[in-house]
């Protein structure tokens, strides 16, 4: 197997054992990056000359004997909405084209410190808003397993980069699905944490009571290591929590006996492929097999997450987007008369259509008259969709559905009807609504396109969802395959 | 507040509602633009109707899905971005300060 084709932990393996040098696996995938970028496009910046130095600065620490992170030497793509000092961040926007951050993102801190290798900053839907990557300001990333289909959004350069081989892991971020959901697509592992569980300190803000940063792998164990990477308190994000942070790996015993499972009807009726669905029984099956005990439930709210979401996220975004005034930083247009032109036009050449559109749905539902009927309303369902998982979590460890509704979509078949775009988000929402930890791992194919498994657990329950991933992915091939390119 | 709220919602945004919220949101759209959102806002707007069957009579609203409130640090003073960084990537700048079009009248 090609290097560019290893897990991480596999490639950490060979790094420990001194088989192969930090900079030799750098070059790999900087490698794989120039023969597979002109079909995937899953990189803005690709951050050859940094990669390089900071593949050499580890060989160098482990030659001087230090003792080294499991993520060291392994190169790894940013989501482009995660601060990086000095290398351009864009949240593939025009309005932030040229932006260089004076600040790193904690996330990005924690994997500089750990000697981690970051061979750039990938495509996103603009400011993560998005389910296929194709409201990119800049261009469309295409999925590995089908180059004329979206690799899903709005982390889909994330996934496609994975997928493709042109990064060993990567990190995206989740605030209605947008890890879980490209993970599905391109048939690689993703998890969105706890609410709390990630900095958000240095993510460029989307809607902040939903966004989370989350590990896109190869498969199980690489996310559980990723993850102890990245989490942990920090002091400057308010909404951080102080709680230990395990070895996420060491949950990986692969014994799921007696674990109850909630297979919820409703994530089955919501415009449910039949071959997805068919995928996600077999694999609930599977876990059966394995031991678990998985039981038909109920979440009553489901059919209300969507448009609950389609309130609160556009009104927090309309809140957060804000800041992009052409004041002190980003695109400033030249056409400014007074100041109130200066803003209007900065961000009328600035932000594209989805993002204009959830900019003006967030002021309608907060203006005046209607923040009773719309956005207090929506806090309230939000209440009713969290209740909801607090009752099934009291007798099930985990609640098992489908990731997403479909595979993979054709690039250009839903970009103008974005209600059939939203759809795909549907499974989910809710975790996000909830705070709670969820996760899509590949459990199949249709048609060549990948299927997702999504499991979601309790808030801080990572252990339990990465148990029984690891669980059912040991005992299948789905995490072996690769797509031809 | 209690109950369900009732409002008399306009099922139909009309242009003049969007160019209102528009100068809220401070966009500057096209007409083409206004006609195209006006089309966009009004489907995602009949989702919204359905959670006005939903009785939420004394459901305490959610803002976030932690148990945090009233997250403070020590009011200690400590290191801030300095001038430079900040006006790193400034449109314009002179003297550390940020040079904008002219906001009063004189």
């Known amino acids: 197997m090609e290097l560019f084709e290893l897990t991480a932990f596999e490639l950490s393996n060979k790094l420990s054992a001194g088989e192969v040098s930090a900079r030799e696996v750098t070059e790999a995938f900087l490698n ?35 003792k080294l992170s499991p993520i060291a030497g392994i190169p790894l793509a940013l989501k482009d909405n995660m601060c990086t000092t000095g290398v351009e961040t864009t949240c593939s926007s025009k309005i932030l084209r040229g932006f260089l951050p004076p600040y790193n993102a904690t996330v990005v801190e924690k994997l500089n410190d750990a000697g981690a290798v970051v061979t750039g900053k990938v495509n996103l839907d603009e400011f993560a808003m998005g389910s296929s990557t194709e409201n990119s300001g800049f261009f ?6 089908d180059l004329s289909a979206v690799p899903g959004g709005s982390s889909g350069g994330s996934t496609a980069a994975v997928a493709a081989g042109e990064a060993a892991w990567a990190l995206g971020s989740d605030t209605g699905g947008s890890i879980r959901q490209p ?70 015993t692969g014994d799921i006996k007696g674990k109850r499972i909630g297979v919820p009807r409703e994530y089955f009726a919501q415009g449910v492929e039949g071959s997805v669905a068919d995928a996600v029984k077999a694999a609930i099956a599977k876990l059966t097999e394995l031991g678990a005990i998985a039981e038909e439930i109920s979440l009553p709210h489901s059919e209300y997450a969507l448009p609950t979401y389609y309130i609160l996220a556009p009104a927090e975004a309309s809140s957060n987007l804000a800041r992009y005034d052409g004041v002190r930083f980003g695109h400033r247009t030249a056409r400014a008369t007074n100041y109130v032109d200066l803003f209007e036009k900065t961000r009328e050449e600035g932000f594209g ?38 009752t099934a979590f009291e007798k099930y460890d985990a609640i098992v559905s489908p990731t997403a509704p479909t595979v993979a979509f054709p690039i250009g078949e839903r970009s103008n009807d974005p209600l059939a775009m939203k759809l795909s988000d549907v499974l989910t929402i809710p ?17 060549g396109l990948p299927i997702g498994l999504q499991i979601m657990a309790p808030a801080f329950a990572e252990e339990t969802l990465l148990q029984i991933a690891y669980a059912y992915e040991q005992s299948t091939e789905w995490h072996r395959q690769r797509p031809k390119l | 507040m209690g109950g369900i709220t009732t409002i008399i919602m306009s099922s139909q945004l009309s242009l003049e509602e969007i160019s209102k919220v528009g100068q809220l949101a401070r966009l ?4 083409d633009e206004k006609v195209a959102l006006t089309g966009h806002l009004n489907d995602i ?29 020590d009011d200690v003073a400590a290191a801030s971005l300095p001038r430079d ?9 002179r003297d550390g300060n940020f040079i904008v079009p002219q906001i009063m009248e004189d």
């Open chain 1, 32 to 66: 794989r990056i120039s023969s597979v970028e002109d079909n995937v496009q899953a990189y803005v910046t690709v951050t050859k000359d940094e990669a390089l130095k900071q593949a050499d600065a580890v060989d160098e620490a482990r030659k001087a004997g230090e």
């Open chain 1, 140 to 145: 469309t990333t295409h999925n590995p397993w």
């Open chain 1, 183 to 252: 993970a599905a697509f391109c048939g690689v592992v993703g998890l969105k944490p706890t609410y709390g569980r990630v900095s958000r300190y240095g993510l460029i803000a989307f809607a902040s009571s939903l966004d989370q940063i989350g590990p896109i792998t190869r498969d199980v164990r690489d996310a559980a290591t990723l993850l102890t990477a990245i989490s942990g308190y920090d002091p400057r994000d308010s909404t951080s929590v102080n709680l230990e942070v395990p070895d996420y790996a060491r949950s990986l």
């Open chain 1, 353 to 390: 259509a989805e993002v204009k559109q959830r900019i003006m749905i967030g002021t309608y539902a907060l203006s005046a008259g209607y923040y009773d009927a719309f956005y207090i309303k929506a806090q309230q369902v939000r209440t009713l969709i969290k209740r909801d998982f607090d």
């Open chain 1, 431 to 447: 975790a996000n609504m909830a705070g709670i930890p969820a996760i899509s791992i590949p459990c199949g194919f249709s048609n």
């Open chain 2, 28 to 31: 500057q759209l096209t007409d």
């Open chain 2, 45 to 73: 707007l009949q989702q919204f109707g359905r959670l006005q069957e939903l009785d939420t009579t004394g459901v305490p609203p959610t803002s976030h899905s932690l148990p945090l409130q009233n997250v403070f640090r």
């Open chain 2, 85 to 93: 960084a900040a006006t790193l990537n400034a449109p314009e700048k």
